[in-house]
């Protein structure tokens, strides 16, 4: 099956930092989302995004799909930002192939 | 709109019991999955159903894990008989459509089994 990494493993910021989170896949992709998962242990669906780029917010999106790897960049982060970030990948033969990365922690200090 | 509904947050039983764990998806979602989540093991895809019908069951651990979807609006995950390595907060979410839609997950159940 897909394999999925997530970097940095964990990632500490002080509120109004910007940071980058990358997500690499192994194989071709159909589908590719990022969630949140906050510290009360809610998954949120953060974006929809098996190729380009989308924004919301302070947060914005990009998945390179030919080169096997998209960026979640968070700016001016915030308190509220903080919990583990996944994501999560699918191909066309869904079943054991749609995969969760070990996610991102990252913590926001006041 | 309401989101995802699970029920119950948590369970506490005994190893041997059945288990019974319930999801109702987002209304006119076609899709619906099962995932478990360990600290082990991160999260993982169990089932996924469409249109009530499953489709994929491949990440089912055992024969004492089933699942149903007897109408689009209900489902259930079923352990029979449970033992203490089940124990996990497990998922349901759901979607429009199961490849190329965004999945919206419920609040979880966090079951124990002592």
């Known amino acids: 099956g897909i394999q999925v990494e997530q970097s940095p493993p964990d990632l500490i910021l002080q509120e109004g930092a910007n940071s980058t989170l990358r997500c690499n896949f192994s194989d071709s992709v159909n589908n590719l989302q990022w969630f949140h998962q906050n510290p009360w242990g809610q998954l949120i669906n953060l974006f929809y995004?098996?190729?380009g780029t989308k924004q919301n917010g302070r947060l914005s999106a990009t998945t390179v799909a030919t080169e096997r790897y998209s960026l979640l960049y968070i700016s001016s982060s915030q308190t509220t930002d903080s919990g583990v970030y996944f994501c999560?990948?699918?191909?066309?033969?869904?079943?054991?192939?749609?995969?969760f990365g070990p996610g991102t922690r990252l913590s926001v200090l006041p | 709109d309401a989101g995802v509904i699970q029920s119950p947050r948590h369970e506490v039983t005994e190893m041997g019991q059945e288990v019974t764990l319930r999801c109702k998806p987002i209304?006119?979602?076609?899709?619906l999955f099962w995932y478990r989540q360990t600290m082990m093991r991160g999260l993982e895809l169990l089932i996924y159903?469409?249109?009530?019908?499953?489709?994929?069951d491949s990440g089912m651990p055992e024969d004492r894990f089933s699942a149903k979807m007897p109408n689009a609006s209900f489902s259930t995950l079923k352990i029979q008989p449970s033992e203490p390595r089940d124990s996990a907060v497990y998922f349901c979410?759901?979607?429009?459509?199961?490849?190329?839609?965004?999945?919206?997950f419920g609040d979880g159940t966090r079951l124990s089994i002592l």
């Open positions: 159903f469409n249109n009530n019908v499953p489709i994929d």
């Open positions: 995004i098996p190729s």
């Open positions: 999560a990948v699918g191909t066309h033969n869904y079943g054991q192939n749609f995969v």
């Open positions: 209304s006119g979602h076609n899709s």
């Open positions: 979410a759901s979607s429009l459509h199961y490849s190329n839609q965004p999945q919206h």
